[in-house]
């Protein structure tokens, strides 16, 4: 048994009483950083466990960056240890915050004092208490403050009868001034948490794919300047990011053909993810799509129509990239001194070398990958989407990422991540700003509601933005194969009302094309191997419906982020519902969508008034922003009728009637 | 921009591709203690996230204490990037793990080599890379592994037919080889994890709470020679804790008279809570209950008859302790120069003075109160019920516990606190082995299901070990105060058959006192302030149906922990139903408890099946441990008849039928 002596004493730290715990929002304790918006307000919580019946304070330190000065804001109570703070954020960039705690002896006593005051009880030793109090914070306060509690403590200490000093001693003046000086000799201190603020566009975005080499006039190789042309189409139908996949010179080396054959013509133009050849790698631009100022003036020519351009990078080589030559120690050697390929096998693809992320050479190889970003940076671009990321280790995502980002925090990062749930999310923890998701497989109603919910809601919505896409270069689902002109609009309407960001790989989305590569889930003649020319005016297109589709998201903020996502009940399976609403709950867009793209179905959707924000009984009106038809509507039972043959889908902005005190009704 | 060059090259531990995340269990990220008692099979499962379609490999070093060496246990793969590994918890002490994981390479050679070969592929070169793993390992191997993996070597180069070579790669002895001998040069390493593996009885325990001075012939002061005697019944009854209030001197000054008055009288005893006097501290005993050496012997007594000695420890003086004499910076000092006795404003308790936490003196003072329970372990006492822990600061528990524990993990601590739930979950994630718990007001089904579903889940559960209380001497619930015997047996059946731990405080429980002090929720004539007499042989005392109780929980091992309590619904919200069972199913109860006191209830349960592990028309039989009838029941729904005036609950054990291959029946 060890003498009293003998027990180590306690470390210095451990005086400090409060335990400040369970901190949100964070990711796994603080190791990845919390994604928000520029124009978010930030609400931290926290718990602060106080022994006894003691009263806590405390507050959030927070900085805009990683280094300078902290500011502070106070922590409300919120009930059962619950305490919280709101930071609005301004900046894009890191901000970093922690919590401190300490005891609040002057709330502590007062509260005392005011029990015993109130039971009448003699307080002449509490009261000398309370000065002690004050007198040691006009030792801590400075200036005015400082002047104020003095005069305090000497009000408090002269002569005076004990009822009038007491009342005194409850001043609120005084309690906000010694809540500005706390004793925080002993305060308990969190961890370092750090948010991500990202440009509004990380989070609300409507993306347009093509291919720029599809865009020149009668069959030729499209151009950069030909790309220009298309700018104005895609800029009417609303979109903010226009993507193209990699505009790197192509190799030649086991070139594809049309339709993925492993035999290329002289003239087929090979895969844009061939990346590499003699004109140059990743810095370098396909001669035939023109030069570096011409992919410029592409940008500057995008940036006049609002559209942010984002550009494919796949971290990949051809046989005939510089980087083969001159970094060998980047690729893997196989036993015959070649050079490995991709593979997944017993599939090969001989035409693309994958880098070894974890060989000898792996540090300057990463330096090089992360400078391929800053080039492109250097020349106009801020939104990256990013190949096949989880075929490259996390933590060369996390360490490149934040190279970028710690010197560009406006830069969007797309992962292009169709694997297993949680490598999707752990390259969310890594730093990509958005990813792809499971949406483009996802058709029933039950399928979606279960999804959505998991990736709108914390803990994934803290890391995990979703990117909806219907369909891409290298997937047209089978719904699609055989769907009708109202599965592409409900597929659209769907990924433009359930998530903030979306996108369509078109021309192929808005003309409808279904034919796949026999027994595959690739479109036939895919513009991948070669070029393709579309007849955009095709009078089917779906361009109407998706321009309407992209104003109602302008307009309305309530399509503008994913957290009030909220579905509500339909006695149809085949009618899906769902809202969501701005915080103030002044915009509301109810969307249902008919899911049979066949028959018509009818059903009684059962609002879930709390969650939106109505009382039952309340009458409202719901305005269709699609066929702009209104209804008036009272309690939460709505009737819903819709034909596919006209349009598989609603999306209301409901309306709530008010009444003004001259009880003149009508719609906020 | 940054040149390549300018960017800072990643850190070297980057290199390692494996990230390794989700520890389960864990408490906080690692920053509390899992509990677990001896015994258990630990399972540790984790996230092994690794980019691409390479193999991962990975295992749980582990040892008991905080120095050694590390035993290791392979991870094996559970699906979704889960991994999972059990450890048996043998010893008891802290046990520590880490995990850690790489990329298996080997592993992902053969999946390619084998898909190649199944598609008829030339794989000469990829012959040469498994060779060359091969070579590797053998150099890393050592001992006969390291020849056989040389022999492998040479057996593989040989000239060969390809075909009888690539057989030999493959061969199952090899990869088993492989498997023993990987490459963890670039392993991904999670931190260290504790678990806290307590002594059985930390987590199945039976106490009874008594007073010793109630103990004495003829109304006499009793002392630990008079307690002994009770011993044979309280053994008799089936408790294996019995739990002393506090042992120590009790002060004179402001001594507490009867029913809590302010005035004692010469003869009052005081309560034993005001600790400390001429005699000593909180390392003497009362000398009106005999010598050191008594409460030895009383000890040793309990001992024999399999009942460990749970002692008071509270933290808190006497104006008469030898500590405030002795060490007066261990208190709070008022300005007229008096110590602070303890408060809950305008309640004064002047006959008890705190200790001041985090004053001046702290470090000695924590240091002396934790060698407190050094000196009670000395006498031969390894469970402690701590008074009011939530009123002591957590960071003194944390601290304090540790020592304790770290030099003998066999102690046991109860965490007298009612209190906030937060503080409450915080004070067994400090260290205390159980917690009291809000069962004590807690009598409707949906209050009960809800609550008990909380506390016997995780992330609770892996700190939290409730144990259950029906009364003690300072509650005397109201729905006791007002309730039958029906009452009294169903508040008993409850505690003992919801959780594994649970106690009583006795006579008053088992002789059904229910007569308050006016207005209160306590006991009038309580034994906190007055020696009170029993007369244990009452005819209507509960005794036979707490002996019957504790049977059945020796009896069955469903009943001695937590985790598998699972709640059935019945048509009938007066009947609340639950089971628990073994891992294995070999143990099954099943208790209906009737919530109505006066009434005969009827209802029927929907047992869940999966739940319990049986099919659908499986049959079997219920055997009520309490009354002994038997019932042959088939399917999940089962009918019950509930007559508060007989016996207000059924604990049935079910036995399911089994068909032998002489097709016949029994039940296992």
Redesign the interface.
């Known amino acids: 048994?060890?003498?009293?002596?003998a027990?180590?004493?306690?470390?210095p730290s451990?005086?400090?009483?409060v335990?400040v715990?369970?901190i949100s929002p964070s990711i796994?304790?603080g190791q990845s950083r919390v994604k928000r918006v520029r124009g978010d307000r930030l609400a931290v919580q926290v718990?602060l466990?106080l022994?006894?019946?003691d009263k806590v304070a405390g507050l959030v330190s927070y900085r805009q960056g990683t280094t300078g000065a902290f500011g502070e804001v106070a922590l409300v109570s919120l009930g059962?240890?619950r305490f919280g703070a709101e930071i609005a954020l301004t900046t894009v960039g890191v901000l970093q915050f922690t919590v401190a705690a300490w005891?609040d002896e002057f709330a502590t006593w007062a509260?005392?004092?005011d029990?015993?005051l109130?039971?009448g009880?003699e307080v002449?030793?509490e009261l000398?208490?309370g000065i002690?109090l004050v007198t040691a914070a006009a030792r801590r306060a400075s200036g005015t403050d400082g002047e104020a509690l003095g005069n305090y403590t000497r009000l408090l200490s002269v002569e005076a009868p004990l009822a009038d000093r007491a009342r005194i001693a409850r001043d609120p003046a005084l309690a906000l001034l010694m809540q500005r000086w706390p004793d925080r000799t002993?305060e308990s201190r969190s961890a370092i948490f750090e948010i991500e603020v990202d440009p509004p566009l990380a989070q609300f975005s409507s993306w347009y794919e093509f291919f720029p080499r599809s865009t020149g006039r009668d069959g030729r190789h499209g151009t950069f300047a030909d790309a220009e042309t298309r700018l104005p189409y895609v800029a009417d139908m609303g979109f903010d990011v226009v993507y193209l996949p990699p505009i790197h010179p192509i190799g030649a080396s086991h070139r594809k053909g049309p339709n993925n054959t492993l035999q290329a013509g002289p003239e087929d133009p090979g895969s844009p993810w061939a990346i590499g050849a003699a004109q140059g790698g990743h810095k370098a631009v396909n001669p035939a799509l023109g030069t570096l100022e011409d992919f410029r003036r592409f940008v500057a020519r995008a940036q006049e129509l609002g559209i942010a351009v984002a550009i494919d990078i796949a971290f990949q080589a051809s046989p005939d990239h510089p980087y083969v030559r001159e970094h060998p120690e980047w690729f893997v050697r196989?036993?015959?001194g070649?050079i490995q390929y991709a593979?997944?096998?017993?599939k090969k693809y001989q035409d693309v070398y994958p880098f070894d992320?974890?060989g000898e050479g792996?540090?300057?190889l990463?330096?090089?990958l992360?400078?391929v970003f800053?080039?492109w940076?250097?020349q106009g671009v801020r939104v990256f989407r990013v190949d096949n990321p989880?075929?490259?280790?996390?933590?060369?995502w996390?360490?490149c990422l934040r190279?970028v980002k710690d010197?560009h925090p406006d830069v969007i990062f797309l992962s292009e991540a169709f694997t297993?749930?949680?490598?999707m999310y752990?390259l969310a923890k890594a730093g990509f700003s958005q990813s792809y998701t499971y949406f483009t497989w996802r058709t029933s109603k039950r399928e979606l509601e279960a999804y959505l919910t998991e990736i709108t809601r914390p803990p994934i919505s803290d890391h995990f933005r979703p990117n909806l896409w219907p369909n891409t270069p290298d997937i047209l689902p089978e719904h699609l194969q055989i769907g009708t002109r109202a599965t592409f609009a409900a597929r659209l309407i769907l990924a433009g009302t359930l998530s903030s960001s979306y996108g369509i790989y078109g021309p192929p989305f808005e003309l409808m094309e279904q034919t796949p590569r026999p027994g595959s889930e690739e479109y036939i003649d895919n513009e991948k191997f070669q070029i393709r020319s579309w007849d955009l005016d095709r009078a089917n297109s779906l361009r109407p419906i998706i321009k309407r589709l992209n104003r109602i998201r302008r307009e309305n903020p309530a399509l503008q982020s994913n957290e009030s996502l909220v579905f509500h009940p339909v006695d149809n399976e085949l009618l899906i519902a769902y809202s969501k609403s701005t915080v103030d709950g002044s915009n509301l867009v109810l969307t249902v969508v008919n899911l049979d793209a066949h028959h018509r179905q009818t059903g009684y959707i059962d609002l879930d008034l709390a969650a939106v924000g109505m009382v039952a009984d309340e009458s409202f009106q719901a305005h269709d922003l699609i066929s702009d038809a209104r209804y008036l509507l009272r309690g939460g039972r709505i009737f819903v009728e819709l034909d596919p043959n006209v349009m598989p889908a609603h999306v209301f902005r409901l309306r709530r009637r008010a009444r003004t005190e001259h009880t003149f009704e009508y719609y906020l």
Do not use: C, Y
């Open positions: 048994m060890p003498s009293t002596s027990l180590p004493p306690p470390d451990a005086r400090a009483r335990v715990a369970n796994d304790g718990d466990l022994d006894g019946h059962q240890d005891v509260w005392g004092f029990r015993k109130d039971a009880q002449t030793v000398l208490q002690a002993a196989r036993p015959d070649s593979e997944n096998p017993p992320f974890a792996w540090q300057s990463w330096q090089e992360a400078s800053f080039f940076i250097e989880h075929t490259k280790p996390l933590p060369f996390r360490w190279q010197r297993r749930p949680k490598l752990g």
